[in-house]
């Protein structure tokens, strides 16, 4: 499966931001997928994951309650509602695919990876 991630941008603290990941290929379906990131200077942590039937959303707790992932099997993509941004969410946030069953945090599990969109938050 290859990936694409899109959609990010520059806002101020407090605003929102809706990222999305298409995927290519025919078998989308079969790969829980998740979305990390990385900030200047910083290792590329996990974000939100969520399994191939759309259930068992898992976040960092750095984004609970202010970010929901979501998947649309239908128009192979995931997507990841950003609320409440704040400065220290600023990233360069990349979707991933993991050819298994269970929503992991684990970025050595996840198979493919998209190009990264960046996401600038301003105070």
């Known amino acids: 499966v290859q990936l694409q991630a899109s959609g990010g941008g520059l806002v101020q603290a407090g605003d929102s931001l809706r990222l999305a990941c298409a995927a290519s290929g025919r078998t989308f379906n079969r790969y829980t997928t998740g979305w990390f990131r990385q900030a200047p200077g910083k290792e590329r942590e996990f974000v939100a994951g969520i399994s191939r039937s759309g259930g068992s959303p898992t976040y960092a707790d750095s984004v609970k309650g202010r970010f929901t992932i979501s998947r649309d099997n239908a128009m192979n993509s995931v997507y990841l509602q950003m609320n409440s941004l704040k400065p220290e969410d600023t990233a360069v946030y990349y979707c991933?695919?993991?050819?298994?069953?269970?929503?992991?945090?684990?970025?050595?599990?996840?198979?493919?990876w998209g190009q990264g969109t960046l996401v600038t938050v301003s105070s």
């Open positions: 991933a695919a993991n050819y298994g069953v269970v929503v992991t945090a684990a970025r050595g599990a996840y198979d493919a």
